[in-house]
């Protein structure tokens, strides 16, 4: 049975590689969206291969989770043959969707593969109900909605596109200090365009003033102590405002992240997902549980939080002026993949721990088990006390027996 009710918003959660994406598939995604090794705009992202393309759509459809593909780039004459080819092979594959931006990919994903949904990317700046009607006239069957819409101005397009019409809004993640990721900055510090999926970030840099008769003496852009990454914003966080989205009329509540971990996505979904199926049986107890969402979203990695466009005009007050870091308050060890006839589970190591920690296992449930590392050994069984060795498979004995798919995290080591 498909996790989404009647009137429950769908949970849209990104995936960047097969082992993220059936992380999200088994965290409480209703669906992930995936980019392929071109047409995306996340070329820095690890993206996926034809095969294991195939591989996720079929996992996901296993667990009644649909799989949106990116194609999202803005194409020049160059792209098309190699698009063509694209869109012929996601035909055999079968996703639920496609998101573009491009009319002209728009045209030949018709052609080629009209009986896969197409979704207009964000990068279509949907900021009004007219183009809304206009992409719908056109056969799309959703529009993800520009990042600068408040929720009244969404509300209003509810009230003017087919209820049939889907709407898509991100509600959580990094923010672009362009309008609707339209950014040329990257483009033109170091010749990679946003809008091809190479984005360097260069928003996230510090920046200085050089005063043209002074070549070489920089005054730092600021006017106190904080810093001077004047373009660098806060992330979208929404887990407190699940009863607005709703009412809003947003049909697919959509995460950022295509270039994030497991343990990011996992951290995620999972918080999401048991905000939306508590608010869903009472708001009463989605107000109850609201300490227990601020605690495990602030576990992944995060910039601060912000509510964006949603509530008017952001100010001063969403950016952030004095670090380019992220908060990281856990750090990521390990998925478990299988659990042998011991009862040792095998992983692949993503961070360094030791035989004697106390670990964390996060499951799927909400569940947070502290458990104590008893032994861990090589796939050739010899002991090992540590696994220093970044994507190394290990076996790992623990007080409190792992599930497959179980994630393996620590509490991040602070400066005293």
């Known amino acids: 049975m498909n996790k989404r009710k009647a009137g429950k918003p769908e949970l849209l959660v990104p995936a960047s590689s097969l082992e993220v994406l059936k992380t999200a598939v088994i965290f409480g995604a209703d669906a992930v969206y995936i980019g392929g090794e071109a047409f995306g705009l996340r070329a820095k992202a690890k993206n996926f291969s034809s095969e294991e393309m195939a591989e996720g759509i079929h996992f996901a459809h296993e667990h009644n989770v649909k799989v949106y593909v990116t194609a999202n780039i803005l194409a020049h004459n160059d792209d098309l043959e190699g698009a063509e080819r694209y869109f012929a092979e996601l035909k055999e594959m079968k996703p639920d969707a496609l998101i573009i931006s491009d009319p ?26 007219k183009t809304y009607q206009f992409w719908w006239q056109q056969g799309a069957k959703r529009v993800v909605s520009a990042r600068e819409l408040s929720l009244a101005e969404i509300k209003q397009i509810r009230e003017h596109i087919p209820k049939e019409m889907e709407i898509e809004s991100f509600i959580h993640g990094a923010m672009c200090i362009s309008y609707s990721g339209r950014c040329l900055l990257s483009n033109y510090f170091t010749g990679r365009d946003a809008n091809q999926g190479a984005c360097t970030h260069p928003c996230r840099w510090k920046y200085a003033v050089v005063e ?34 709703v009412d809003a009329g947003i049909d697919s509540l959509k995460i950022e992240g295509r270039m994030k971990t497991a343990l990011y996505v996992a951290c995620v979904a999972r918080t999401y997902r048991k905000a939306i199926n508590d608010f869903f049986v009472s708001e009463e107890l989605y107000r109850e549980n609201m300490d227990w969402y601020r605690t495990e979203i602030a576990k992944c ?18 950016q952030i002026y004095d670090s380019n870091t992220y908060v990281n308050e856990y750090v990521y060890l390990g998925i478990v993949e299988s659990i042998d006839e011991r009862g040792y589970a095998r992983f692949e190591q993503k961070n360094k721990f030791c035989v004697g920690d106390t670990i964390e296992i996060m499951k799927p449930d909400g569940r947070n088990i502290h458990t104590k590392v008893l032994a861990m050994c090589s796939e050739d069984g010899e002991a ?5 060795h970044s994507r190394q498979k ?7 027996r792992p599930e497959i798919y179980d994630l393996m995290r620590v509490e991040a080591v602070r400066d005293r």
């Open 301 to 318: 990695t995060y910039r601060q939080f912000t509510t964006g466009f949603y509530f008017g005009k952001p100010d001063e007050h969403t």
């Open 384 to 388: 090992v006390e540590s696994c220093p």
């Open 394 to 400: 290990l076996y790992v004995s623990l007080a409190d």
């Open 212 to 245: 043209e008769k002074r070549p070489g003496e920089y005054l730092p852009v600021y006017e106190n102590e904080r810093g001077t990454y004047i373009f660098n914003s806060k992330d979208l966080c929404m887990i407190e405002y699940i009863p607005a989205l």
């Open 104 to 129: 002209g990919m728009f045209l030949m994903a018709q052609e080629i593969c009209p009986e896969i949904e197409i979704h207009i990317s964000t990068q279509a700046n949907n900021t009004n109900y």
